[in-house]
């Protein structure tokens, strides 16, 4: 535990200017990131008594090392750059929200030429418009049906899409009329593009114009006795209106706001969002926070704003964002916002009317959000707490071993060998840790001797790692050796285990252990789970430690051992899917995916462009002599696939394509 006081900066040594700093550990990590309008009297707070520092801030400044900043012209500047910072060094001491779950959106794919709506999880894409995030995909797909009557857009992948246009007949959506069926030239481009943007304005809000349009055109329709028409009109009128039913007006004005409420206590705090749009709650999502820093309710909404709209532009910024309580920077955080939206923002707190009803139910959303967590956490930390006890009980371990990592190997018939490395901290998957290894000093099939390289790999690298910061030093030739400087990123192999887990029996758990002893790591416990009867072997026993069927440390050893093996079997289909893929450009040394791309557009098929000269290769956009020559050469050496055969006749099919003149004598040259 570090002094603040010696690595206090000197009087004078910090600007008293606006910018970011960051803490580091002694082995040169960042573990805090914090901006300041006054960097002099931001950092003068933390090195007064520690005595009289908040118990979360005092842990802070004793676990560093060394504080650094970086000055920076406007507040606004600090604010971007610390995000940025906490989102590439990912400091242990700032607060982090955590996605209770990956929220889907509603999605419009305005960046194909035929537009898709779908579902979608995950990072946003450009060109891709989104409404929500939801609470469930299924809402999204309720409320996608009823709209499609209306405006039949695309839905279908591009492989349904590719082949309804190769047999010219459109999917059974195309026939019912829930689709446009561009796909067979029902409808241009632009009129389905159309389509789609009328769909992404009702999506936005902008409902009213357009159900007003569609009342006056079923009036004309009854004007003109066009009955059916007008009854068609009729239908998609109430098939949208059931559509807005689905999201109950909350706001009678069509404000586009974002509301933000916190329920917290002394150790975590949950943050909930109702995103409104046209004065509809158009979707909702929540976080939960450890308080890891000390920090109040104004400083959780600005962590949360940060989080929220760090990645966001244009309009998915909306107009309006209320908040229970204001953070300290509130005119540099409104220009950020607005920066990020294009246009001006309002961060306020709704004083009164339906804005400051509707955050009271937003508030009483994040209340029962944190009660659930923390029950649910409650039993989940119990029963993790009592399968580690457990675990240290039958294997006699001197602690619990809060770190474990499970190794498996994985291959088909001894080809793609392949291993994986899964990592639990207290009990709970950290997939962030997940590592997988291709299997290199031999081929062929041996577990054994597999399990001993990868073991030996990782706790090379881990030694690795501590030779830098100067923790370890080794025997022989290490007094040269100074510690590497640090970026502050987190290490890869940079944290051992308490235990190690290998998937298999005495063979494993022996070469496991025969590789720790190798490079000098006697700290670290081996294990081995034989799936036949699920026995915990140890090293040297000729026993193996039976558990209990119903004890929650062999659940946890199966967890973590059946992950590994999910992992492990995961990257070896990966493997084997792209060996079986390789064509004869795979071979083409320098020859990239997209050229390789280019060359099979040009000519439709390896077949074609094996027929080709080199002049003829050569007229491929990016193709130049010499790439054209090697891929010649390397075409002429591979066996060619052999003739395709009409399944329901047995007749050969000959090639329709006549070989280019002077293509045979070409490539005889380049041999």
């Given amino acids: 535990m570090a002094d603040p006081s010696s690595y206090r900066p000197k009087p004078g040594q910090i600007p008293d200017s606006p910018g970011v700093y960051k803490f580091r550990d002694e ?9 300041a309008k006054s960097l002099r009297q931001r950092l003068a707070s933390y090195f007064q008594d520690v005595a009289g520092l908040h118990p979360r801030t005092a842990t802070m400044v004793t676990t560093a090392a060394s504080v650094e900043w970086t000055v920076v012209s406007t507040e606004v500047e600090a604010l971007q750059l610390e ?11 700032n607060v982090k929200y955590r996605d209770d779950k990956s929220y889907p959106s509603l999605a419009v794919t305005m960046n194909e030429e035929y537009p898709r709506v779908q579902v979608m999880r995950g990072p946003k894409k450009k060109g891709v418009r989104y409404f929500g995030p939801y609470g469930h995909a299924w809402a999204i797909r309720e409320t996608v049906d009823l709209m499609l009557r209306v405006f039949p857009v695309r839905t279908c992948s591009a492989g349904v899409f590719k082949r309804s246009a190769q047999i010219g007949r459109p999917c059974l959506l195309g026939y019912i009329g829930k689709c446009s069926a561009p796909c067979v030239g029902r409808v241009t481009p632009e009129e389905h593009r159309e389509l789609a943007e009328d769909f992404c304005d009702f999506m936005a809000g902008r409902t009213g114009t357009y159900l007003s349009r569609l009342e006056a055109r079923m009036h004309e329709a009854a004007e003109d006795m066009e009955y059916e028409k007008a009854a068609r009109l009729r239908d998609d009128i109430g098939a949208l209106r059931r559509a807005m039913e689905k999201n109950a007006v909350v706001l009678a004005d069509a404000t586009d706001a974002d509301l933000i409420a916190v329920a917290e206590d002394e150790l975590e705090a949950a943050v909930q969002i109702f995103h409104v749009r046209g004065g509809r709650v158009r979707g909702q999502r929540g976080w939960v926070t450890d308080k890891v820093e000390a920090v109040d309710t104004a400083g959780l909404v600005e962590h949360a704003l940060q989080q929220l709209y760090g990645e966001e532009k244009g309009e ?17 955080l409104t220009e950020w916002l607005a920066e990020r939206r294009g246009s001006q923002v309002s961060l306020r707190i709704p004083q009164r009317g339906d804005k400051k009803a509707l955050m009271e139910t937003v508030h009483r959303n ?46 088909l018939q001894g080809d793609d060998v392949v291993a994986s490395m899964v990592v639990f901290e207290d009990g709970l998957a950290r997939k962030g840790e997940y590592r997988r290894f291709q299997i290199k000093s031999f081929e062929g099939q041996d577990d054994v001797r597999s399990m001993h390289e990868v073991v030996s790999r990782r706790f090379r690298r881990y030694l690795q790692e501590k030779l830098k910061t100067g923790e370890w030093s080794p025997e022989h030739g290490a007094d040269g050796d100074a510690p590497e400087e640090e970026d502050g990123r987190p290490r890869r192999f940079a944290y051992p ?26 700290d670290v416990a081996v294990c081995g789970l034989a799936k036949r009867l699920e026995e915990v072997w140890l090293p040297g026993e000729d026993d193996p430690v039976v558990l209990p069927r119903t004890s929650e440390g062999l659940y946890l050893l199966q967890r973590v051992r059946d992950e590994a093996h999910r992992f492990a079997i995961q990257y070896q289909r ?17 020859l990239g995916e997209s050229r390789k791309q280019a060359l099979i557009k040009h000519f439709g098929s390896v077949k074609k462009l094996r027929q080709a000269t080199i002049d003829q290769i050569c007229e491929v956009p990016g193709i130049g002599r010499k790439t054209a020559e090697t891929v010649a050469a390397a075409l002429a050496g591979a066996v060619p696939a052999g003739p395709a055969v009409n399944m329901a006749t047995g007749e050969i099919i000959e090639d329709e394509t006549p070989a280019p003149a002077g293509a045979s004598s070409e490539r005889g040259t380049e041999q």
């Avoid at 998915?316 to 540099?332: F, I, Q, Y």
């Avoid at 285990?497 to 494993?508: A, C, H, K, R, S």
């Avoid at 990966?574 to 320098?590: H, I, N, Q, W």
């Fill in 366 to 411: 994040a209340q029962q959000s944190l009660v659930l967590h923390k029950t649910k956490r409650a039993s989940d930390l119990t029963t993790r707490s009592r399968a580690l006890e457990e675990i240290a009980e039958a294997l006699e371990l001197d602690s619990a071993p809060l770190r474990i990592e499970c190794f498996d190997i994985s291959h």
């Fill in 316 to 332: 998915a910024v909306p107009k309006e964002v209320l908040v229970p309580a204001l953070p300290d920077d509130t005119p540099a």
């Fill in 574 to 590: 990966t493997k084997r899917a792209k060996r079986f893929k390789a064509g004869p450009l795979d071979e083409v040394s320098g």
């Fill in 83 to 93: 995000y940025s910072w906490i989102k590439e060094f990912d400091p242990r001491f």
């Fill in 497 to 522: 285990p308490q235990l190690v887990v290998v998937d298999g029996g005495q063979p494993q758990v022996a070469a496991a252990k025969r590789a720790l002893e190798e490079l000098g790591v006697d």
């Fill in 27 to 35: 082995h040169r990590r960042v573990i805090y990131v914090g901006k």
